[in-house]
T-cell receptor
């Protein structure tokens, strides 16, 4: 099984940098995903990590440490539109289904 | 191209009634998932279809829940004798293959059971 933890809420200021952490305990591991979900909308894919290290994609970066069961999503140059819930999800070995954390609600203020 | 679509977008029903929720995946995607998202909770896996294989029903919360996928495309999630605790947003996602490809989500159906 999988257990995924991430903070419930975070606040940050426009233009700043924020790091959203995700820790997981799994019986197997076959990749970690980050999704963004605005209120009332579908989750949209942000990043995928399966090997240790940092994946950078524009203002968003995602880091993975498999030995520590740890990932973070880094958002730079925050914009008001980044206010959303950020979902961490882990795929187990041999399965295609994802187990999601409860999400981190990020509020960006002016 | 067209994304995943779901209908209806909102459904209000009375306790004890049956409901059907529909998902149209991205054309050509062989894998299809159903999730449930309750207020303040993460996405809860319900069922997974991959091609012509038998579906993975391990996430269905009770035998009141069932789903089918016709012709490897459209899927219908059926909830019989709805209960108030079934109120949630039901999300469908499709994926190009059953491997490590990304899941693409539809807008969801908000179900309210009175």
């Amino acid at each position: 099984g999988q257990n995924i933890d991430q903070p419930t809420e975070m606040t940050a200021t426009e233009g700043a940098i924020v790091q959203i952490n995700c820790t997981y305990q799994t019986s197997g591991f076959n990749g970690l995903f980050w999704y963004q979900q605005h209120a009332g909308e579908a989750p949209t894919f942000l990043s995928y990590n399966v090997l240790d290290g940092l994946e950078e994609k524009g203002r968003f970066s995602s880091f993975l440490s498999r030995s520590k069961g740890y990932s973070y999503l880094l958002l730079k140059e925050l914009q008001m539109k980044d206010s959303a819930s950020y979902l961490c999800a882990v795929r187990d070995i041999g399965y295609s289904t994802l187990t999601f954390g409860k999400g981190t609600m990020l509020l960006v203020s002016p | 191209g067209a994304g995943v679509s779901q209908s209806p977008s909102n459904k209000v029903t009375e306790k004890g009634k049956d409901v059907e929720l529909r998902c149209d995946p991205i054309s050509g995607h062989t894998a299809l998932y159903w999730y449930r998202q309750s207020l303040g909770q993460g996405l809860e896996f319900l069922i997974y279809f991959q091609g012509n294989s038998a579906p993975d029903k391990s996430g269905l919360p009770s035998d009141r829940f069932s789903a089918e996928r016709t012709g490897g495309s459209v899927s219908t999630l059926t909830i019989q004798r709805t209960q108030q605790e079934d109120s949630a947003v039901y999300l469908c996602a499709s994926q190009a293959t059953g491997g490590t490809d990304t899941q693409y989500f539809g807008p969801g159906t908000r179900l309210t059971v009175l």
